[in-house]
């Protein structure tokens, strides 16, 4: 039988013998409920008629029901995993995605993004690197009253704020893993200055090596800017080296792709004259022949941990922060011929 008038989330926790903010959770498909507690709330919500108010709950909260992404990412498959898996927490809920792409260059960025945030007036946004390592754009969401979660190659903020990937740790595991192979002479294809990814990518390099009791060479150090075209000078520089590397590790893909193209054009053979590792794991690097030895970066379930954290009710219930990448062995590495 349901109810005359108007029900109300009061309602349906006193029926349900529960509280308002475990029907929140319920209303918006949180994970974060047992089987029971949510088949009683929803048959509650059934019988008694109730519809949640997005408009109502937005004015009191001051707040509209909107997640925002906002990146600055030279790296397409990456903003597309993170919507992916933003998306698979937000449907079903009240929650909608925003996107918006700035430039972090610019030195209105703040300004941009406070615009942004004081006009869309959304529930929480997510960060994407490089500008989550902005400590001033935390800051500013802070001050607005905005929740935030920021997504880097290392932790640097509470759990609450972080979605961070063991960039160090598996790089050296993936250097180690070209020494493992009988390699010494191992180049780095470095990613762009001013991004922690880069940053914590050399540092396993370095650790890998220091561990092996390997000397660093600065000449088989490279940059890169995560680009194929960048990957490709890279390799030139590189490969003009005597003796030139045996291998080589590159911070993502599309880089490890323009080596594997120019040693290609200087009729070398991958992985018998010059083995590759890459880090990410796009479709590209099983594409590619031979196919490409990487890095696995579990993007889309860091981007949904991300999203429970900012669509969650409570701050104690942070979820997970640190999420492990994984060495993924294919046929660009081999044991060097010298």
């Not at 349901?2 to 959770?25: E, F």
Request: proline letters at 6%; one cysteine or more.
């Amino acid at each position: 039988m349901k109810k005359t008038g108007q029900a109300t989330i009061n309602d349906v926790a006193r029926l349900a013998g529960v509280s308002k903010k475990t029907v929140s959770r319920v209303i918006n498909r949180s994970p974060l409920l047992n089987d029971e507690t949510r088949d009683r709330v929803e048959k509650v919500i059934a019988e008694i008629g109730y519809v949640p108010n997005p408009q109502a709950r937005a004015l009191a909260l001051r707040r509209n029901f909107l997640i925002g992404l906002i990146h600055d990412n030279p790296n397409p498959h990456m903003v597309l995993n993170v919507q992916q898996g933003l998306l698979e927490v937000l449907r079903d809920t009240e929650f909608e995605l925003i996107v918006h792409p700035v430039d972090r260059g610019a030195p209105t960025m703040l300004d941009d993004i406070k615009r942004f945030v004081e006009r869309q007036r959304p529930f929480g946004v997510m960060l994407l690197p490089p500008i989550s390592d902005n400590d001033s754009l935390a800051a500013l969401c802070r001050d607005n009253g905005v929740r935030y979660v920021r997504m880097g190659s290392a932790q640097f903020d509470e759990p609450l704020h972080m979605v961070a990937s063991n960039d160090r740790e598996v790089v050296c595991s993936a250097v180690g893993h070209l020494i493992e192979a009988g390699h010494r002479r191992i180049g780095l294809v470095l990613g762009p200055h001013g991004f922690r990814s880069a940053l914590e990518r050399r540092r396993g390099y370095e650790d890998a090596l220091d561990r092996a009791d390997i000397t660093l060479q600065r000449t088989l150090v490279a940059q890169g800017d995560y680009t194929f075209e960048s990957g490709m000078r890279a390799a030139e520089r590189l490969l003009d080296l005597s003796p030139r590397p045996t291998a080589v590790f590159c911070s993502n893909d599309a880089m490890a792709a323009g080596v594997l193209h120019t040693a290609r054009q200087r009729g070398l053979d991958v992985p018998r004259d010059l083995s590759i590792v890459g880090f990410d794991d796009t479709s590209i690097a099983s594409h590619l022949w031979p196919p490409l030895t990487t890095v696995r970066w579990p993007i889309a379930t860091m981007a949904r941990a991300a999203a429970l954290k900012l669509i969650g009710e409570d701050d104690e219930d942070s979820g997970e922060s640190l999420f492990v990448s994984t060495l993924i062995r294919r046929a660009s590495v081999a044991a060097p011929l010298e």
